[in-house]
């Protein structure tokens, strides 16, 4: 089997143009010394790297393997993804990561640097962040203070553009399927990076969606036709995406019981929230009051705009993306999430409702799907005035924030 698959990728390095797997030759424009390795590294060297994989150099656990912190002989720090031996699943999973990962190259991206076959093992190895991913310093509180509203909104940036170049910029469309906190990655200027492909589908043509017989991800984070019936689509990372987008401005886990059973699930909460008109009473606490009010709740909404229950009403990633970067984009009004197929899920309709007041931080008139941007506006920072800054920070007005029943 191992003879088959280092067959299969070496066949798909040629074709992804990859380098070869042989020790070869270096140019002097790679930058080496004549031990360049192509993209093959040896068992040995990773056991020397990471202390024979101590625990001491454990980095945490993926879903298919530990991960672990190694020191190259040239000083280069590296991360050892090595996954289970006598997994099935983990074949799957490191080929497939191999092969997306050798095609795709994005700022936003995790790189891989090689891999590694001997016997039974199979490992990955890729560039070295010391920030570990963002879970840790979202839900652990690990240095709070570092993930100031400067740094979170950089990073729900960060996320949306990786996503967006995964699903209509790269070489081929690829659909990550397990948008995450702890698939986050942070660099050492906390910038995000997507990592762990190995769930992640290729997704050819212009379909809108494919079925799949395997559901795969994380239950919180699973849009319900996909975590229900099958139906995959760049829409499922979307839902995925806005879930993440809730934790990251609120700082808490998506599913949280000690919570009580209001608050438990932070997008059912959310929502009942946005029906209130207190969406910004969601901000992390430990922000201490310190963050852009408009930003804040301009995230909430997209959040909740990518988890609503009907597909075809979540934006695309390049909408997202619109948003969160124009200065005068006039956000839609979000519908009922969807909450089937998660953990204390409940509303199975989804409605537009009803924009109450003239200042709105939704659609008007029948332009219930309208994702186009507005002339006019100015910098955010001139937008200090705006519909956010009329209210007092825990009690925004329904003619805020429209019901949306």
């Known amino acids: 089997m191992v003879r088959r698959l280092f067959g299969g990728l070496m066949a798909l390095l040629k074709m992804c143009g990859g380098h070869n797997g042989s020790k070869g030759e270096v140019s002097d424009e790679d930058g080496g010394d004549g031990g360049d390795r192509g993209i093959f590294f040896d068992l040995q060297e990773l056991e020397i790297a990471t202390e024979l994989f101590s625990e001491k150099n ?4 993926g879903g298919f393997g530990p991960v672990y912190k190694g020191l190259m002989p040239n ?12 997994s099935r699943q983990g074949s799957r999973e490191f080929t497939n990561e191999v ?6 190259q994005h700022k936003n991206l995790v790189s891989l640097l090689g891999c590694c076959f001997h016997g039974p093992e199979k490992i990955l190895v890729y560039e070295y962040l010391p920030n570990r991913s963002l879970d840790y310093f979202l839900f652990d509180k690990i240095n709070p203070g570092l993930l100031d509203w400067y740094n979170r909104w950089r990073i729900i940036v960060g996320v949306a553009r990786g996503l967006l170049y995964l699903h209509e910029e790269a070489p081929i469309r690829i659909i990550h399927r397990d948008i995450k906190a702890s698939n986050i990655l942070l660099d050492n200027d ?5 990592s762990d492909f190995g769930l992640a589908r ?9 079925n799949t ?12 036709e996909y975590a229900l019936h099958g139906l995959l689509s760049v829409k499922s990372d979307v839902f995925s995406f806005g879930v993440l987008v809730l934790e990251i401005v609120s700082g808490r886990k998506n599913q949280n019981s000690r919570l009580g059973p209001e608050m438990a699930d932070l997008l059912s909460y959310a929502w009942k929230m946005y029906q209130e008109g207190k969406i910004l009473e969601l901000v992390d606490q430990s922000l201490a009051g310190a963050y ?13 705009l990518c988890c609503q229950q009907i597909t075809s009403n979540r934006p695309d990633m390049n909408s997202i993306h619109q948003m969160l970067s124009s200065d005068s984009f006039d956000l839609p009004r979000p519908g009922r999430p969807g909450l089937q197929g998660r953990r204390g899920g409940g509303y199975t309709s989804t409605g537009t409702g009803t ?3 003239s200042k709105s931080f939704g659609l008007t008139g029948s332009e219930q799907n309208s994702f186009k941007s507005r002339s006019g506006g100015g910098s955010r920072a001139s937008r200090q005035n705006s519909i956010i800054e009329e209210y007092s920070r825990n009690s925004i007005s329904m003619s805020s924030f429209a019901e949306g029943r």
Do not use: Q
């Not at 092969?99 to 795709?104: D, G």
């Not at 290729?202 to 494919?210: A, E, I």
């Not at 017989?213 to 319900?224: E, K, N």
């Open 58 to 61: 454990r980095l945490g656990h």
């Open 75 to 86: 000083g280069e720090e590296i991360a050892v993804k090595k996954l289970s031996v006598n």
């Open 99 to 104: 092969k997306l990962l050798l095609r795709i």
């Open 190 to 194: 906390l910038n995000p990076k997507i």
């Open 202 to 210: 290729l997704f050819p043509g212009d379909g809108t969606h494919t």
């Open 213 to 224: 017989f395997r559901i795969s991800g994380t239950y919180g984070y699973m849009a319900p």
């Open 292 to 304: 852009n009010r408009d930003e804040a709740a301009t995230c909430l909404i997209i959040g909740l």
């Open 355 to 357: 924009v109450v007041g």
